[in-house]
């Protein structure tokens, strides 16, 4: 048992450092403490889906209804969580010209 928790660990780390370039490209995948309330459940339900992590949302989303309390809470959460908004672009105001002034 103890030894399946170090490889969870150690697949999680490994997870996680291949998911991070790609998270900031993608979606939000969740704080740490949300995705380890999720590690038994992708282990159980999606673990052929690892390390595709939007395959493994896509199979947790789909098991939601059998997923431990934690793990659905998360998910029950982020579904009632509005929709980030689009940080608005700062605007560059054109140089005056010399003849303006």
Known sequence: MRTKRIALGVALMVG???AIPAAFAQEYRGTLEQQMACTPDVWRFC???????NRIVACLRQNTPQL???CRAVFE?????PEPQAVPRRRIDQPRSYSDQ
């Open 16 to 18: 996680c450092g291949i």
């Open 47 to 53: 673990g052929d889906q690892i390390p595709d992590v």
């Open 68 to 70: 431990s309390g934690g």
């Open 77 to 81: 959460s982020n579904a009632n969580a």
